[in-house]
């Protein structure tokens, strides 16, 4: 290298020691000051709370209970096991929740899929998601990675353009709602690190014996990557926390693979319109590079599409005779399951592709009896002596 060229790189890397990464700046300060402004309310972190360690050094408020849960359209519909887990968790540690009844959805497989929306149309959506949430008293928790990628990339569009505040300020005006942007947004999956260790406190089963992989989902952490939690503790902070944080806490025997960074495959378009696709990178990409690499006992992610592509495309792989066979769960259901959540009733894993069995089994939990137990409540709904399963059904 020349001189010249030594020259450049020391004089950029002066003037980069002198100034503030940009990256690490706190939206914060902008968000406070629209309010002093009067352009915007914002909903505050109220109670019990822990702060978490974010990429760039920036504390991360997460409120541990009163939480107005925005739920998934994609776990309730294909993985309701992921969702209840979620709740099922945080009635056993004793936090109070709100269960709304009219959310809509967050529209962003629509953004983000097809582009036929518009900017001013995403912003309403989730600024009417958090005025509902804001009314109610209650802190939205959002259970959906692409939904909690989307809603920051909202909040950072509305907090440096007036024009499209404007804009939605009107929508809302005529649904009678505040414009409003909560302190935090915060992915249920950060709520579990927070409360990792009260999870670990409530464990009914040693986990030491069972090896994870973790996906991180890439709505996650890659969309406004500020904001995601990154621990020292974790990967020397050089991975994203989430998930992998709470397994270490679990005592589970955490793994890695070379492929952690790669999407799932699902990638929200392609797996519209190149399914096939979608199933091969899901396979080849991921699960059979952990199989290689790390040979796991379960692929733990932190979000719906990533447990979809995960574990529904390895059915067609097998017909391949390829090497894959990993059963493929949320955090959220390992968790429920460690505390002695039923595998059915709770984190109903017969909604699950790929054979979870095995690990079952290697966990301790006898699933043959837990699903007698289950086609007695069955029958009971069948027989239509009561229209669904109730808390007290699912604890007894």
């Given amino acids: 290298m020349s001189e ?13 020691d002198r100034e503030p990464d940009r990256r690490s700046a706190d939206f914060h300060d902008k968000l406070f000051q629209l309010e002093a402004e009067g352009e915007l309310v914002v909903q505050r972190i109220s109670g019990d709370y822990v702060e978490v360690p974010t990429k760039y050094g920036i504390a991360k408020k997460i409120q541990k209970a009163n939480l107005w849960h925005h739920k998934s359209c994609g776990q309730c519909g294909h993985i309701p096991g992921y969702s209840t887990s979620i709740f099922w968790i945080m009635r ?8 709304p009844e009219d959310q809509t959805s967050c529209t962003a497989w629509n953004y983000y899929a097809s582009a036929t929306s518009n900017q001013a149309a995403q912003a309403a959506v989730a600024l009417r998601n958090f005025a509902a949430a804001y009314e109610t008293g ?33 929508v809302l005006a005529k649904l009678g709602k505040e414009m409003v942007i909560p302190e935090e947004i915060v992915h249920y999956s950060e709520w579990l690190y927070a409360v990792r260790e009260e999870i670990r406190s409530r464990m009914v089963y040693d986990f030491s014996n069972i090896a994870v992989t973790v996906h991180p989902a890439c709505h996650y952490y890659k969309l406004v990557e500020g904001d995601a939690i990154f621990d020292p503790d974790v990967y020397h902070g050089q991975r994203t926390a989430a998930v992998s944080g709470l397994v270490q806490s679990m005592g589970a025997d955490l793994r890695s693979y070379s492929t952690f960074f790669d999407c799932c495959g699902f990638g929200f378009r392609h797996i519209l319109v190149q399914r096939d696709f979608t199933r091969s990178f899901s396979t080849l990409r991921k699960i059979e590079v952990m199989k290689a690499e790390a040979d796991p006992d379960v692929v733990l992610t932190h979000d719906t599409g990533c447990v979809t592509a995960l574990d529904k495309s390895q059915f067609a792989a097998r017909a391949h005779e390829r090497n894959v066979g990993i059963p493929v769960l949320s955090e959220a259901q390992f968790a429920a399951l460690a505390m002695g959540a039923h595998p059915f009733k709770v984190c109903q894993l017969h909604w699950h592709s790929t054979n979870y069995r095995p ?20 029958k009971r709904l069948e027989r239509g002596e009561q229209e669904f399963l109730t808390w007290a059904d699912v604890d007894a």
């Fill in 138 to 170: 209650y802190f939205p928790l959002i259970h959906c990675g692409t939904s909690y990628g989307h809603y920051k990339e909202v909040r950072s569009e509305l907090l440096h353009d007036g024009a499209l505040r404007e804009q939605v300020r009107k």
């Fill in 359 to 378: 690990l079952l089994e290697k966990m301790g939990i006898d699933w043959r009896e837990a699903w007698k137990e289950f086609e007695v409540d069955a």
């Fill in 4 to 16: 010249t060229a030594v020259s450049v790189i020391l004089s950029k890397k002066k003037q980069f």
């Fill in 92 to 99: 056993k540690l004793g936090y109070g929740y709100h269960d």
